[in-house]
């Protein structure tokens, strides 16, 4: 499946140390996910403009292993043509925006955090589509070419 947005690079280039797509973590439906490779407390910005649909910003436990999936920071953007884009390791009370709020692509929404399953500090970025009952497909086709720079 294509994505049909152009999604900008959601960090800042200049703090950017590698993109990488080889995450351990990525498996099933996040196995086409970017991991992007920057400090600790980097700006988070919105790929593409928007509609919040979700924002989690309440834990600070993360770490090395499976057991701390379910304790990522991340925050859901909805856009106009039906694709979501999925932020995550967001640092903990980072997020500046809140669900329901309109952001523009570039829009500062968090900081780049270590909180659940993560290894260094990075932000987990994924572009998908709801295909039923809270089902969702990602896209196996984003490749950093697909990104606005």
Known sequence: MNANNKYRIPVPK????RIDKTSPAHV???????????????????????????VKDDSNIGGPD????????????????????????LEYYSAKVRSGQHVLAGQEIAKVGMTGYTYIPHLHFQVFVFTGNNIWTDFDTLEIKDFVL
């Open 66 to 89: 499976p057991s701390y999936w379910n304790y990522s920071n991340f925050i859901a953007i909805m856009h106009s043509n039906g694709e979501y884009t999925r932020y995550d390791h």
């Open 28 to 54: 099933g439906n996040l196995r086409h996910a970017v991991d992007f490779i920057v400090p600790k407390n980097t700006s988070v910005f919105a790929a593409a403009d928007g509609i919040l649909t979700y």
């Open 14 to 17: 200049d703090m950017l140390q």
